[in-house]
């Protein structure tokens, strides 16, 4: 299993928006766990990541998912016509102003990968 995360800077507004999507979208919907299943994910976790006050940097948003598969899990929330990665995407645009339909972006690349043995 992969955990695959990625890190987006929310637009002025996004937190709140984020807050009531994963309120009203997230968790163990039937649409949801529905779309999750298609994509090939077992985990999600989300984080806001509040920038320190004064700072004038962007809340960012962490996304940590669990999968075998990260560029088909990517390419769901991109091309999915499913309900749910319907809702998302609009709900990407919002809270990120970022566009995630059509070809996915290319994935992380990873330059550590530490444990303990």
Not at 13 to 18: H, V
Not at 19 to 26: G, L, P, S, T, Y
Not at 41 to 58: F, K, L, Y
Not at 65 to 94: C, G, Q
Request: net charge negative.
């Amino acid at each position: 299993m992969i955990n695959y995360c990625l890190v987006l800077p929310y637009l002025q507004g996004g937190t709140e928006i984020a807050k009531k999507f994963a309120e009203e979208n997230c968790g163990h919907t039937k649409d949801h766990d529905e779309f999750y299943k298609l994509a090939g994910i077992s985990r999600e976790q989300v984080w806001i990541q509040h920038s320190p006050p004064g700072s004038g940097a962007p809340d960012l948003g962490v996304i940590s998912i669990e999968t075998e598969d990260p560029a088909n899990a990517m390419k769901e929330f991109a091309m999915s016509n499913h309900l749910w990665a319907v809702k998302f995407r609009e709900y990407a645009k919002k809270a990120f102003g970022i566009d995630f339909s059509g070809a996915p972006s290319p994935l992380n690349e990873i330059i550590v990968d530490w444990y303990e043995k």
